[in-house]
């Protein structure tokens, strides 16, 4: 170390002297100076990071703090110089005299060269001042526990391979076995939080994962999983928000009451299975926030995971605790040589040592996969070092001891990596972190180059630094994540560099470089916060906002003017945020701006002055109508991100200036086109392009090939508006299209609202196309004749095609396809006949393509298809006759036909069908009497028969069956005989069926039904079974059923809410004696009951209740007041009031319920805002 300090840095410092003493030439002989600097800052990095992260005394730590500012002042010379040579650059691309700039900037204060070279020079001497001082105290030595002898024994890489970033569980077959039998099969236990705990890093997200994917998991819950990482802090509202979006595909509702309303719309009869992975005890999990949980997630199985066993005393009831051990010495052994040699092979001279190396990893999965990541292509003399390393101290146990290992290969690093690592501590933990926008922060703080930043992520995965990463259709690595014990790591090295986050004790704030705000969901903060936090922190180099109404357009402009050295600032989500100040052009050192998700209609041209900005993300700023009009001064600007700005309307003049661009999402067509032309330069284009407004191009000359040298697109979109039914613009579409012409290494291509009546692209040529969807294309009558040249065509969407009459036979010649999908070809009349080729095909979905009559012979012969849906084909007469020989159909949907007046002649064969759904038949009298074959079926929906009178009787030997729904019947009487041997039975839904009077006399012996709906069923009488002997049953809602309810008995009742101590049960009657005197007898005689749901129907009901569950869901009900008892109750979590137009108050003294949610009752909502009484929060 003391050389470190000693001999590199007085080079320095001979090369500082130099500069400081030609002061006057610093920008006239910029480059050589800036060499010299960032020798200088390259020696003091290494310094840094070598020490970093180091157990520091007090007086170390502060000259640690001097050598890191020196560091970071030599930088900004160094960028305020590139800056300036930068915009004197800038000069040679305007149409003025050297003349003339020189006399512009000698009377200009800020651009005035030798008032520049002043400040310039000056910095140097005061840096050199302070490295002098520094060089004084050289005598504080550190010493690297473990690093003598081994630095510079291999500086190369290792070569990369993402396989790395995935999980290769090896050594839990076990705790697998032991785990899906608690999960699965132990039914008298009926466990319902089932918890994995042991120390980090020993593998429990790995076993859960396992666990998740298991087929036996699959054949239970299919797609009815979810996976939520918690991490520190128990957000309930954030768990609903996930939840919400894996079930929804999106969540567009805001606040704990909402999500829960929502929550039980898309729960409400399903039983799930939920992962809560990374679970922490802490002050935001408590026995309140548990049982609002479990609340809200009754009907889940939950599988949590955590670090700590003292999560049981939170957890009510006690769940069953399964502790992960460390890894057996085989299966570690195993794991390490798989990870640390090509194919596991180990050489003969390094068995024993490998080995030796393994055994300190003492079994835990993260050390024996970032160990052996690091040992992997070294030599023999690295391996001998390694053995006899100190830093891995037999006394050391448990994640002291994996830690130490992190540490050790984090100072294995190259310099570079060192830095973009210890970055990625300023993401939040468990947080999904984008590839491409890390790479462009990394660059944008000036770690690295943006062409190294593939090669530096590379490594990192290969290290094992990274995990989980999760890639795109075309196999790139699009997102990834941290093990916590790993981003622990980078947080206690991050700690020593300046990092900071916004609630942290930082030592010295105005020494802070890098720093997020970043809040979790529901935490607030206000300006007066921010401010006072912020005052002192002059010097921040990065800044990460969340979505917070703090970050207001006075605390933008306070930012802009404050922090002048400001590289990347993430400032996204800001809905509310209309405008960004034009002081932006302060920051002369940007280079990453995220601003999207933001509510702006436009961007101030002052951001035309930023000469080092890289990255402009606009993403998703929907008000967005304008750029800015010198957006070609940006000569730096590599990605311009502005996907779904779908309010532009236009491009600035001149964006082919740009010639570094990669990124541009779209680009819209100004009126005329004539600015088409300009994408012709832009070759360095990547990712994915969308042009919209393709229409506009009238009269103008397009050059051919406008986009064939762009060999980096993967993604294009082709874009018209929608055409008034009088414009005829076909033929120019064509032209248009034909001038386009992509490069051969395109994957994906979409053609939307085309007028053309043929595509005229030369598909020969696009022999790398893997997506292709054509949509909205009405003049559309036949797709290209060359279409088999796609090779390597996957997916192939058709969708509002209206004059396609009929699909090409050389279609058949795409040996790669596995996705069809055709909807809304209203005029096809006919398939390919030749579709059994399409041998790789898994899905086909065939919708709204009323004219189409008949099915190829031998689409029956797809022996890959898994998925088939055909439906609303109303003029479909007959599906294939060999149904059966879809051997490999796991998913089969038919509905909406008009004349199908059969199904299939043979479904034995169906024996992979999981999932079956069939609905919506005029004509069809009866349903295949051989459904009973599918011995693997899990899910029935039989729904929508006006002819149907019975169902199959063999449905009882559909012994794998787990979920059954019936509806829409208006003609079915009864149901089969037997059903009580669906043993596998969990859900049973019944609706709409208006002539069914009985239920089976032994659906009493479904031992495993836990849900049963029946709804509209009002000539429902007979009772003739006993509902206490289904003991599993934990939720019942009948609506519309008064008679089958009125022959209920007393103890039928109460032994079926004595079931389980979580019953549910839901009733809705419009008879308001029935519903009374059902209230007053049977629910309350039990006080077992948990939740409660009663429909009035909108009748004149009054009702009193002896016992009020946890939860009371009270709808349409026509009486003025709520049931005195509830002023009693002092324990009620859940109160829904939907409906109840007359109830003007709540009672004098209710204790107000954990979650109050109030609906359509507009006298009780004003009572509330009267009195200040929120009913809309979470208390």
């Not at 809200?296 to 599988?303: E, G, R």
């Not at 020494?511 to 969901?521: A, D, E, K, P, T």
């Not at 991100?641 to 999402?665: A, F």
């Not at 009733?1067 to 059902?1078: A, P």
Request: net charge neutral; glycine share 4%.
């Amino acid at each position: 170390m003391e050389s470190v300090l000693s001999f590199p840095l007085g080079e320095a410092s001979k090369s500082l002297m130099k500069t400081l003493g030609a002061e006057i030439t610093l920008i006239k002989n910029a480059p050589d100076e800036l060499e010299n600097l960032k020798r200088l800052k390259t020696v003091i990095a290494n310094v840094q990071q070598d020490v970093a992260g180091q157990e520091l005394s007090q007086q170390h730590a502060g000259w640690l703090d001097e050598m890191i500012d020196a560091a970071y002042d030599i930088e900004d010379i160094i960028d305020l110089s590139s800056t300036e040579i930068l915009r004197r650059r800038s000069y040679n691309n305007r149409k003025l005299t050297r003349y003339t700039c020189r006399v512009i900037d000698f009377f200009s204060y800020t651009n005035n060269p030798l008032i520049f070279r002043h400040k310039i020079g000056k910095s140097v001497q005061k840096t050199f001042a302070r490295l002098a001082n520094i060089a004084k105290e050289k005598g504080y030595h550190l010493t690297l526990s473990g690093r003598d002898g081994v630095e510079n024994l291999s500086t190369k890489m290792p070569e990369t391979f993402s396989e790395m970033g995935g999980d290769v569980v090896l050594g839990r077959d076990h705790d697998l076995k032991i785990i899906l039998e608690q999960l699965l099969f132990k039914e008298e236990t009926n466990i319902e939080v089932l918890v994995l705990v042991g120390m980090g890093g020993v593998g429990k997200t790995a076993l859960a994962k396992l666990v998740y994917n298991n087929s036996q998991v699959d054949a239970l819950f299919g797609e009815r999983k979810l996976w939520v990482c918690v991490s520190e802090i128990f957000d309930l509202s954030k768990i609903c928000k996930h939840v919400i979006e894996q079930i929804d595909g999106e969540c567009k509702v805001k606040g704990l009451q909402a999500l829960s309303k929502k929550l039980k719309e898309l729960l409400q009869t399903n039983i799930y299975l939920l992962v809560l992975d990374d679970v922490w005890t802490n002050s935001s999990l408590t026995l309140d926030s548990w049982s609002n949980m479990k609340l809200l997630f009754h009907n889940c199985k939950i599988l949590l995971t955590t670090r700590e066993e003292n999560v049981k005393s939170v957890i009510l009831p006690e769940p069953y605790m399964h502790r992960v051990g460390c890894l057996p010495e085989d299966a570690s052994w195993s794991l390490f040589k798989n990870i640390a040699f090509s194919n596991g092979n180990v050489p003969e001279e390094l068995k024993d040592i490998s080995k030796s190396i393994m055994k300190k990893c003492k079994g835990v999965p993260l050390a024996v996969r970032v160990l052996g990541s690091m040992m992997r292509k070294k030599n023999f003399i690295y391996w001998k070092e390694i053995e006899k390393n100190n830093i891995f101290d037999p006394n050391i146990e448990g994640e002291n001891r994996i830690f130490s290992i992190l540490k050790f290969s984090y100072h294995n690093l190259p310099l570079k990596s060192k830095f973009c690592f210890v970055y990625c501590s300023i993401f939040p933990k468990d947080s999904d972190i984008e590839k491409i926008e890390l790479i462009q922060q990394w660059a944008g703080n000036g770690f690295i180059s943006l062409n190294e930043g593939n090669k530096i992520f590379e490594d990192l995965l290969s290290r094992c630094f990274f995990q989980d990463v999760e890639k795109d259709v075309y196999g790139s690595i699009t997102t990834f994540k941290m093990h916590n014990l790993i981003h622990d790591l980078a947080e206690a090295i991050a700690k020593s560099l300046q990092y900071g986050i916004f609630d942290d004790s930082i030592r010295d704030r105005k020494q802070v470089r890098y720093l997020s705000m970043i809040l979790n969901m529901g935490e607030e903060v206000s300006y007066s916060d921010i401010s006072i936090k912020l005052k002192d922190a002059c010097v921040l180099r990065t800044l990460q906002s969340s979505s917070s109404d703090i970050v207001s357009e006075k605390f933008l402009d306070n930012c802009f003017t404050k922090f002048k050295f400001l590289r990347v600032l993430v400032c996204s989500g800001q809905y509310k945020l209309k405008h960004v100040p034009a002081s932006i052009d302060n920051l002369k050192l940007l280079r990453y701006v995220d601003f999207s998700y933001m509510g702006i209609t436009r961007l101030p041209e002052t951001i035309c002055n930023l000469p080092n900005l890289q990255t402009l993300k606009i993403n998703y700023c929907f008000n967005l109508t304008v750029l800015p009009k010198k957006l070609r001064k940006l000569s730096e600007l590599r990605y311009l991100e502005n996907d779904r700005c779908i309010g532009l309307d236009s491009m600035p003049v001149g964006i082919d200036r740009l010639s570094l661009l990669q990124t541009l999402n779209t680009f819209v067509v100004n009126d005329g086109g004539t600015n088409l032309n300009e994408l012709r330069h832009l070759d360095h284009l990547k990712r994915s392009l969308c042009i919209r407004n393709l229409d506009r191009i009238q009269n103008v000359v397009l050059e051919n090939g406008i986009l064939n040298r762009k060999n980096n697109l993967a993604s294009l979109e082709l874009l018209w508006r929608l055409q008034e039914e009088n414009e005829v613009t076909n033929q120019n579409d064509e032209k248009v299209l034909q001038a386009l012409q992509p490069h051969p290494n395109l994957k994906s291509l979409n053609i939307t609202r085309f007028n053309g009546f043929f595509i005229p692209l030369d598909m020969s040529c696009l022999q790398s196309l893997i997506y292709m969807k054509i949509s909205d294309c009405k003049n559309l009558t036949t797709l290209p004749n060359d279409i088999c040249s796609f090779q390597s065509l996957t997916h192939l969407k058709i969708k509002k095609c209206y004059n396609l009459t009929s699909l090409s036979n050389d279609m058949c010649s795409l040996q790669s396809l596995t996705h069809l999908k055709i909807k809304h070809c209203y005029n096809l009349t006919s398939l390919p006949n030749d579709m059994c080729s399409l041998q790789s095909l898994t899905h086909l979905k065939i919708s709204y393509c009323r004219n189409l009559t008949t099915l190829p012979n031998d689409v029956c012969f797809l022996q890959s298809l898994t998925h088939l849906k055909i439906s609303d084909c109303r003029n479909l007469t007959t599906l294939s006759n060999d149904m059966g020989c879809f051997q490999s159909l796991t998913h089969l949907e038919i509905s909406s036909f008009e004349n199908l007046t059969s199904l299939f002649n043979d479904m034995s064969f169906l024996q992979s069908l999981t999932h079956l759904k069939i609905k919506d038949f005029e004509n069809l009298t009866s349903l295949p009497n051989d459904m009973g074959c599918l011995q693997s079926l899990t899910h029935l929906e039989i729904s929508s028969f006006e002819n149907l009178t019975s169902l199959p009787n063999d449905m009882s030997s559909l012994q794998s069956l787990i979920h059954l729904k019936i509806k829409d019947f208006e003609n079915l009487t009864s149901l089969p005989n037997d059903m009580g041997c669906l043993q596998s039975l969990t859900h049973l839904v019944i609706v709409h069926c208006q002539n069914l009077t009985s239920l089976p006399n032994d659906i009493c012996r479904l031992k495993s039904l836990t849900t049963l709906t029946i709804k509209s069923c009002p000539s429902l009488v007979d009772v003739s079974f006993s509902l206490e002997y289904l003991t599993s049953l934990k939720e019942i809602e009948v609506a519309d059923c008064d008679q089958w309810i009125r022959n209920w008995s007393d103890d039928a009742i109460s032994r079926i809410c004595s079931v389980e101590k979580h019953s549910w049960i839901s009733i809705c009657s419009k008879d308001d004696d029935l519903l009374s005197r059902w209230l007053r007898k049977k629910i309350n005689s039990t006080k077992i009951l948990d939740r409660l749901h009663i429909n009035g129907g909108h009748g004149n009901n009054n009702f009193s209740l002896m016992y009020v569950p946890h939860e009371l869901s009270i709808c349409c009900f026509k009486q003025k007041k709520l049931p005195e008892e509830l002023v009693h109750v002092q324990d009620l979590k859940y109160l829904c009031i939907e409906n109840c137009p007359n109830i003007s108050y709540l009672p004098d003294g209710m204790k107000k319920p954990q979650f109050l949610w109030i609906e359509d009752c507009p006298m009780l909502e004003r009572y509330c805002k009267k009195r200040r009484y929120k009913y809309d929060d979470y208390n």
